[in-house]
């Protein structure tokens, strides 16, 4: 069955090549699309276009439906061309004409859009949420390791000091700025377009503003053109928070692998956590944190795909969208499977304290040793330019104790007002309101 059928067969080799892979990338969306329809329903119960017994009846075959869905049991057969069609088609087998009259006033255009408007806007909360504990398990390794010092590098040189409260807080804090992107994808995913039929309304006196409320959206898209295009729109949202927030992940990942190796030997991971050689039996491999850079990489692609898929399309559907679906679900599964292994992995990752008193380090003290002139009353061009003759000639002596005190480095972390950022997301963004 097809939504659009009028009798008249189509070829089997175009079925399936314009079918894709909905049947699949729709389970998705299935639960979505249920909870659409049941707003759909309710409100042509209101204005007349169903009976109350009709609106009954499609009420309890919805949440069959999202039974289903949840139990994991709802699946959508060759003979169906996507989820809308498997769903209208429970319902008209069951109920008969009420069935038939779920689609009034609707079409399959702000169908769709409605279904992917809800995903994205769930998954934004969903995964935000997953970001936020991750900063959250930063912020508790900052201050356990406080005082753990590290070399910092710059160009691959060891540069100054630093330290794993420092590293840790860094991210953290980079976590919430990545945040702002999937806030932003959020704001245009919580925009409602069901209402606004294949792209120019209805003459039905339908209430999209019933419709709105019932699905929880923050708004209308009021203009019926403007809500289709949201489809592109949105999708190219999320692909841009998604590829900000890998950038994040893929380079705490490179640390990691480069912190763990026997060359600096910051971290370890537990032997669990690590892969072996199947020659070299001393071998312990960080891969997970090799593929997480692996694929934090590919992520960062994912705007392109979609600009690619999208550009010079002029307003209106296009059969096009139907290929954001292929492009953008499995690339957003994969990005809440990094955050769900890193927050699994993170928190069991050890510290090597003192390594920072290794020998070959002491340069990294000169910037103190210079700081010591400068107190005395040397200018500080005079100052680098001793130093570094001492460093050259072998008589320098590191100035190992030293004390930061400005907000941000080593001796004042700011461990609280990153945290005080934590909690203004926690309470003031829409993000977050499933968790309030």
Not at 39 to 54: H, I, P, T
Not at 123 to 136: D, I, N, S, V
Not at 318 to 342: S, V, Y
């Amino acid at each position: 069955m097809k939504i659009w059928e009028k009798g008249i067969a189509v070829d089997k080799k175009i079925e399936q090549f314009t079918v894709g892979h909905d049947r699949e990338l729709d389970l998705y969306l299935a639960k979505f699309d249920v909870q659409a329809s049941k707003a759909q329903a309710n409100m042509l119960a209101k204005v007349g276009l169903l009976s109350a017994d009709e609106n009954q009846q499609l009420q309890q075959g919805l949440r069959e439906l999202a039974a289903e869905i949840e139990a994991g049991t709802f699946t959508i057969g060759e003979e169906f061309e996507d989820v809308h069609s498997k769903i209208e088609y429970y319902l008209t087998e069951k109920f008969g004409d009420a069935g038939k009259k779920i689609h009034t006033a609707r079409s399959r255009n702000d169908q769709v859009l409605t279904a992917i408007q809800l995903f994205i806007k769930d998954y934004t909360e969903r995964t935000a949420a997953q970001m936020l504990a991750l900063a959250e398990v930063m912020l508790q390794k900052a201050e356990a390791h406080k005082n753990d010092l590290l070399p910092g590098y710059t160009h691959f040189q060891a540069a100054m000091p630093s330290s794993f409260g420092l590293w840790f807080s860094a991210y953290a804090e980079h976590l919430l700025l990545d945040l702002a992107l999937f806030e932003a994808a959020h704001t245009v995913a919580d925009q409602n377009p069901l209402g606004s039929g294949a792209g120019f309304g209805s003459s039905f006196p339908i209430d999209r503003e019933m419709t709105t409320r019932e699905m929880h959206f923050g708004s209308v898209a009021v203009s019926s053109v403007g809500a289709q295009m949201l489809r592109g729109k949105t999708e190219k949202n999320l692909a841009f928070a998604i590829a900000g927030a890998a950038g994040t992940l893929g380079k705490l990942a490179y640390d990691l692998v480069m912190y763990n190796s026997q060359d600096l030997g910051f971290v370890n991971l537990p032997k669990e956590f690590t892969t072996g050689s199947s020659i070299m039996p001393h071998k312990k491999n960080p891969d997970v944190f090799e593929l997480v850079r692996g694929h934090a990489n590919r992520l960062q692609a994912l705007p392109n795909d979609i600009i690619l898929a999208t550009s010079n399309l002029p307003s209106g559907y296009h059969r096009d969208f139907q290929l954001l679906k292929e492009l953008l679900f499995g690339p957003m599964m994969q990005f809440a499977d990094l955050l769900d292994m890193l927050l699994f992995a993170l928190p069991e990752i050890k510290i090597k304290p003192g390594v920072i008193e290794q020998v070959k380090y002491d340069p990294i003290f000169s910037v103190e040793n210079i700081n010591q002139l400068i107190i005395a009353g040397v200018p500080f061009r005079d100052a680098y330019q001793q130093v570094g003759r001492a460093v050259e000639d072998g008589s320098y002596v590191p100035h190992r104790e030293f004390q930061t005190t400005h907000l941000g480095s080593i001796h004042n972390l700011g461990l609280a007002e990153i945290g005080a950022k934590v909690a203004r997301w926690k309470s003031q963004s829409a993000l977050f309101k499933l968790a309030k």
